[in-house]
């Protein structure tokens, strides 16, 4: 486990989320994959936050950039890993925090759990 290697999920998140690639962006996440929103909501599997992601990226979050800082990377067994990242959306300066987990397999690491959410007083 490197920490290089699971930062490498959130710059693929960047690279798609400039590019306004609903695909590409979701391409970190494992086919089943539990997602919550920062708004509480819950999508269950790849295709859900593909689906949901295409929505933001031809709506409110059309042209922006999402800038990640991975702060912290915790082994919890073999392949497993907890992670906590940040990230800010430009123009919109909205910071949010995700705790994830990610889990190594045969195509590499992937995101199975994903909870991000706005922190208080960063609106």
Request: aromatic residues 8%; proline residues 3%.
């Amino acid at each position: 486990m490197t920490h290089q290697e699971i930062s490498a999920l959130w710059d693929v998140m960047s690279e798609a989320w400039a590019a306004g690639d609903a695909q590409a962006f979701a391409t970190v996440f494992d086919p089943e994959v539990e997602f919550v929103t920062v708004r509480g909501e819950e999508h269950h599997g790849r295709d859900a936050v593909e689906k949901s992601h295409a929505a933001l990226f031809t709506t409110i979050y059309q042209g922006t950039l999402l800038k990640p800082e991975v702060r912290l990377v915790r082994e919890l067994a073999e392949g497993l890993c907890l992670v906590h990242a940040t990230t800010t959306v430009y123009p919109a300066g909205i910071t949010t925090h995700a705790q994830a987990v990610v889990r190594c397999g045969r195509a590499g690491w992937s995101i199975v759990a994903f909870h991000n959410m706005i922190p208080g007083g960063t609106r």
